[in-house]
């Protein structure tokens, strides 16, 4: 069977919900998938492109009164099976974390100490906001999608983002303690 990008795979399992068209695609991999997986718009239509071409999905204008036309995607069975296999299979790679702040610190000791912890101050920071990002989330899919077969799944990944982000806080604390001792 061929094998895809797994963009191309993650296309397919958003086709699975309510979003058809490129651009809910979009606003669907911001809402949700762009926590853990970036997908660009310059991706996104060559992929529903090549999946158009492969028979996996097929177009269909739409059109709606006040509003420009525009193309939506359905699976087709053979896409279904794609997509299913390819959720069968085994993990290939362990994600590789390209971590700025991990970058900047390994080389720590050509800054002054106060400019490391202000770096892992707003790092600090920015986990957090991030933390309160997942929590008003999980809120939001708790309070809207009861319904949703779905949900239980994108719980699921959000949880994963949720305890990441808080390890990477508390690993802010233990380093900041540990740079505060230092001595100068």
Not at 13 to 21: A, D, H, R
Not at 153 to 159: G, H, K, M, N, V
Request: aromatic share 12%; hydrophobic share 35%.
């Amino acid at each position: 069977m061929k094998k895809y990008n797994d963009t191309t795979y993650a296309i397919l399992g958003i086709l699975t919900t309510e979003c058809k068209s490129g651009y809910a695609i979009k606003q669907f991999i911001d809402r949700s998938l762009n926590h853990f997986w970036k997908i660009s718009y310059g991706q996104i239509y060559p992929t529903l492109k090549l999946i158009v071409q492969e028979e996996l999905a097929e177009v269909r204008a739409s059109s709606s009164p006040g509003k420009p036309d525009k193309n939506e995607y359905f699976l087709t069975s053979k896409g279904m099976e794609i997509l299913k296999n390819w959720l069968k299979q085994p993990v290939e790679h362990l994600p590789i974390e390209r971590n700025e702040i991990l970058l900047k610190l390994f080389f720590g000791r050509f800054q002054a100490k106060e400019s490391k912890i202000l770096l892992l101050q707003d790092y600090k920071q920015n986990l957090e906001g991030r933390y309160h990002t997942y929590v008003s989330i999980e809120q939001a899919i708790i309070n809207h999608n009861d319904d949703n077969d779905d949900s239980i799944y994108w719980l699921f990944t959000l949880d994963y983002g949720k305890r990441i982000t808080k390890a990477a806080i508390e690993w802010c604390d233990y380093t900041l303690d540990k740079l505060s001792a230092e001595e100068d």
